[in-house]
């Protein structure tokens, strides 16, 4: 089984290259990003709590993205593997990651960390901005507080998997068919 994290900041790549790799690699795509815009299309509670947050930049719980991922991975026990986009995003996501897969004799295979500067993090989200209709692309302020919330909690996520010898950092800065090739090598090694 592959099980792989696609790690990075906000507007790295991770959605634009995980729909690549699931093409290529038939694994299931979990993006709690994704997760949480459909409970917000939906209208549930959760939705509603989570959209709060997410518009203000700020992350969503970790009892409650912890819990869509259980979830999903009950719903795929057949999967030959998955990507983890956008998750674990603090180290107490990635510990409980570690078990929910340990359970199920499984553990993850390689993160992958897209490095992007932050000048080039805010014009890609201020530009998807225009067209995708997503309130946190909207303005230069609110991304300002993602990348501030991505360097104090999400960061160590990327020393907890270094310190299990899992760790690829990619420059995620060039065409996307490039990093796209650099990411499928990691995978190949892994
Ligand atoms: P996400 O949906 O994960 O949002 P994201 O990080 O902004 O998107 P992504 O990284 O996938 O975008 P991409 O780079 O592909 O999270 C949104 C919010 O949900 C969070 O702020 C938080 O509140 C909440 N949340 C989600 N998961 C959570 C968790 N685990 N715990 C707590 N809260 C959670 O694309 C960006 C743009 O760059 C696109 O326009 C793309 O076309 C462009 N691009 C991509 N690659 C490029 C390249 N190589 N060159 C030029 N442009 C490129």
């Known amino acids: 089984m592959l099980n792989l994290i696609l790690f990075g900041p906000p507007g790295a790549g991770k959605g634009t290259q995980s729909e690549k790799i699931i093409a290529k690699y038939n694994l299931i795509h979990l993006s709690t990003g994704d997760l949480l815009r459909s409970e917000i299309q939906a209208g549930t509670e959760l939705g509603l709590k989570a959209k709060t947050l997410m518009d203000q930049g700020i992350l969503v719980p970790d009892e409650v993205v912890i819990g869509m991922i259980d979830n999903k991975l009950k719903e795929h026990r057949?999967?030959?593997?998955?990507?983890?986009?956008?998750?674990?995003?603090?180290?107490?996501?990635?510990?409980?990651?570690?078990?929910?897969?340990?359970?199920?004799?499984?553990?993850?295979?390689?993160?992958?960390?897209?490095s992007v500067d932050d000048d080039e993090l805010l014009a890609r989200l201020l530009n998807r901005g225009k067209t995708s209709g997503r309130p946190d692309d909207q303005n230069e302020e609110l991304i300002a507080k993602r990348i501030q919330e991505y360097n104090s909690k999400t960061k160590p996520v990327a020393d907890y998997y270094q310190g299990q010898g899992k760790f690829i950092a990619i420059n995620g800065i060039g065409e996307i068919d490039f990093i796209f090739g650099e990411i499928s090598n990691a995978i190949e090694a892994a």
Do not use: H, W
Request: aromatic share 10%; net charge negative.
């Open 78 to 114: 057949d999967a030959a593997g998955f990507i983890f986009d956008g998750f674990p995003r603090t180290v107490k996501q990635a510990e409980a990651l570690d078990n929910l897969l340990a359970s199920y004799n499984e553990g993850i295979s390689v993160m992958v960390a897209l």
